[in-house]
């Protein structure tokens, strides 16, 4: 049900992330083309991995996109799951927490101490399944994000 993604899945990962963006009420922000993709994803400096979910048949289904963290308090790697998507019509069938839990086994298996993600306040569907996990929200930090003319600015875009 769950295998590492190749670079013939990168189409399929790119529409299913246009999916994502539309699900999550953000299609203009998916702006990432499939050779951006391709290259994140099996460049020469892979910057990020994928795992696709799929039925019996061969059909992808979902996908998680994820990379490294570091936490200088464990002193360890850790992975952040940037996407976590399953199509709307195969929620319920378990493909979620499979790709979860293939995320969840590489951290074990590697000695990395978290597997951390984000998911929006409104998600809650999402949340319920994350906490039914035994994931715990982590309420006290907040999200800042630096994109487009404010990070140009302080970047030395803005002298």
Not at 24 to 45: D, I, M, N, V, Y
Not at 91 to 117: D, F, N, P, Q, T
């Amino acid at each position: 049900m769950i295998r590492t993604a190749t670079a013939a899945d990168v189409p399929v990962i790119h529409t299913m992330i246009q999916e994502l963006a539309e699900y999550e009420k953000a299609s203009e922000e998916a702006r990432a083309t499939e050779a951006q993709l391709h290259e994140a994803l099996f460049g020469p400096h892979p910057a990020a991995y994928a795992h696709l979910a799929e039925t019996d048949e061969g059909e992808p289904v979902g996908f998680a996109l994820w990379f490294l963290n570091f936490s200088t308090w464990r002193g360890v790697h850790g992975i952040y799951l940037e996407d976590l998507y399953v199509r709307p019509d195969r929620r319920g069938g378990g493909h979620g927490k499979a790709l979860l839990a293939e995320l969840a086994r590489i951290c074990v298996e590697r000695g990395y101490g978290r597997l951390e993600w984000s998911v929006l306040n409104w998600n809650e569907p999402s949340i319920a399944f994350y906490r039914a996990l035994g994931a715990l929200p982590q309420d006290e930090w907040t999200v800042f994000r630096l994109t487009d003319e404010a990070l140009a600015a302080l970047g030395g875009g803005g002298r």
